[in-house]
């Protein structure tokens, strides 16, 4: 019977009599589809309005709160000539210094404070001042013996890190004036080690990427070059350090968040194993997904600093606070201990290839460990190159990223997230459709595309685990099959991306996001700088053949590097932080020697 038939049929009905005519229906029908695409148009355009009114509502505040500072340095002058004393001077000196009473902390915070915001102006690196940081200032000058061992220490703060009275927004609008009711377990414990945290730092919208960058913000660019991503989602943070606003910070880090961006600005971080620090008051956008798990992790200009940084946090003080935190206190005997490692090396890990000057600096850093006297072998992880879609992209987008998704539906997507949130916001068939039109042209973005459609159901999310749990097996028997102490290898297949590219690189976070997957312990360190010969070996096809659609963005990228910083990455099983960190000390007095 056809549709016109059984609407006939259905008139004559008692029930139906009243129903107008399908003729009536048919002239109404324009008119009802204009009145839904008006009322549409105008709750669209209402919201951008509210959302556009909070934005400027928020920035004002944000203003306000620079004023506030610059007012607070103008009524406190400070000699040029003692601010850049201030400011050359080491972690250990500073600390020093100010446990001796040389140097008052007001004097310090006024020196950085003065120093951040000039170098904010340049890069918008700074979110916001923590206007508290001159009362705990105070309070440090007016301490008599004894005094904590950060007492005085300046230390910038990644956004997503909460702070009683702040925003924690994650880059967006959602958490927009919704301040955290206390700080961050980490936050209480630098506060009573006598630190002073001073500034808050740039993240990009929903951590998601190696970009830096979010509507409520905007973009930080590179310290030394504008055209240039600092990395992510620590980008504020690595500008801050790198620019010399700032002499340690805390970061976050879940596949490379703090690593990649101190490689890119040229200084040095901490990926702890999950547990060594507290991650309670780590903002998170999906905290339901516990597979792969971010940490907290201590960043600063340089290994003594981060030694420093690191000892402070893994204190009796953290333990007490937080009980889910193992109580494994500094282990300094392991830090300075001078017996020789075995320490494995890999330049490549079968995803996106390494320009020459990343795999020069694995190699510099072999060179300089083995003046310390180290043994450096040929190391080559198990099916390295299968690790990054099936097992760390695979729980990310686990929930089709709906945790994410749910936040985001009145917001403003980033540049930098359009990939992410296209493979997301698309149907199912559609990504793997073109997943598939990938595979030839890329076979690592292919098989990255695919893992956001999700899983489908809780028997392949248990398989995923099972995935990891068996990874993680067959690389411990690979290490503890050639006797490794640590391993070294690139942070990241190339320096600093330009700005256009940050966000499409994400598989190039492969490197770090290996171990985040393992739980294994990782530094990076700046070990040497983009050469004029490097780059022209990345402009040769014979050296770097680009055959991917993303090592083509590689080698796009790399025109106009030279001097970038390059940086390796420190490698130790669980639980030993403190010889990582001993690693990147050899390493850095090894390229001394």
Not at 76 to 84: G, I, K, N, V
Not at 362 to 387: D, M, N, R, W, Y
Not at 480 to 499: E, F, G, N
């Amino acid at each position: 019977m056809s549709v016109w038939k059984m609407w006939q049929k259905l008139r004559e009905s008692a029930i139906l009599a009243d129903v107008p005519s399908m003729e009536s229906l048919q002239h109404a029908a324009p008119t009802i589809v204009g009145c839904c695409v008006a009322a549409w148009a105008v709750r669209a355009a209402w919201r951008k309005h509210a959302f556009n009114q909070k934005l400027s509502k928020k920035r004002s505040q944000l203003e306000a709160s620079m004023n506030k500072l610059r007012q607070q340095l103008y009524q406190y002058p400070l000699s040029l000539t003692t601010r850049e004393y201030i400011l050359s001077l080491s972690l250990t000196d500073l600390q020093h210094k100010l446990q001796r009473g040389d140097l008052t902390a007001m004097d310090v915070l006024r020196a950085y404070q003065s120093r951040a915001l000039e170098v904010d102006e340049k890069m918008n690196c700074v979110v916001e001042p923590i206007l508290e940081a001159e009362e705990l200032a105070m309070l440090c000058d007016s301490k008599t013996d004894p005094k904590g061992p950060l007492h005085g220490i300046p230390v910038s703060v990644k956004e997503n890190i909460e702070l009683k009275g702040y925003d924690c927004t994650g880059g967006m609008e959602y958490y927009v004036n919704k301040p955290v009711a206390q700080d961050a377990v980490v936050i209480q414990v630098l506060k009573q080690q006598g630190a002073i945290p001073f500034m808050r730092t740039n993240i990009p919208q929903t951590l998601y990427s190696y970009a830096c960058s979010n509507p409520i913000y905007g973009v930080t660019t590179h310290p030394k070059d504008p055209t240039r991503s600092p990395g992510g989602s620590s980008g504020g943070e690595g500008a801050l350090l790198g620019a010399g606003g700032s002499i340690c910070g805390l970061g976050t880090d879940i596949g490379g968040s703090v690593r990649v961006p101190a490689q890119m600005c040229g200084v040095c971080a901490l990926k702890p194993t999950r547990g060594r620090l507290s991650p309670e008051g780590h903002f998170t956008v999906n905290p339901g997904q516990t597979l792969v798990q971010g940490v907290v992790g201590p960043m600063a200009q340089d290994v003594e600093g981060l030694v420093k940084l690191t000892e402070a946090l893994m204190a009796p003080e953290m333990f007490a606070r937080d009980p889910q935190v193992v109580p494994i206190p500094f282990r300094k005997e392991m830090y300075e201990s001078t017996c020789p490692l075995k320490i494995g090396f890999y330049t490549w890990d079968g995803n996106i290839r390494p320009v020459p000057a990343t795999i020069r600096a694995v190699h510099v850093a072999k060179t300089a460990l083995e003046k310390i006297g180290h043994k450096v072998v040929s190391f080559s992880p198990p099916q390295i190159a299968t690790v990054f879609p099936s097992m760390f992209v695979a729980p990310m987008g686990g929930d089709r990223c709906q945790s994410v998704m749910e936040r985001m539906a009145n917001d403003h997507v980033d540049e930098s997230l359009t990939l992410v949130y296209a493979a997301c916001s698309i149907p199912t068939w559609l990504v793997t459709l073109i997943s598939k039109a990938l595979q030839p042209l890329d076979p690592v973005l292919a098989k990255s595309f695919q893992k956001f459609t999700g899983v489908k159901s809780v028997y392949d999310w248990y398989k995923v685990a099972v995935r990891i749990q068996n990874y993680r097996k067959e690389f411990l028997e690979h290490w503890r099959r050639q006797d490794l102490d640590a391993v070294i290898c690139p942070v990241y297949p190339c320096p600093a991306v330009v700005l256009s590219s940050a966000g499409k690189l994400t598989a190039g976070g492969s490197y770090c996001a290996l171990y985040n997957v393992l739980r294994y312990s990782a530094g990076s360190i700046p070990v040497t700088t983009v050469t004029e010969a490097d780059v022209q070996e990345v402009a040769d096809p014979k050296v770097y053949p680009a055959t991917t659609l993303l090592e083509k963005l590689v080698k796009r990228g790399s025109k106009g590097s030279e001097g970038l910083p390059v940086s390796v990455q420190c490698v130790c099983l669980p639980y030993h932080e403190e010889q990582v960190l001993r690693v990147m000390h050899d390493v850095e007095r090894g390229l001394r020697t």
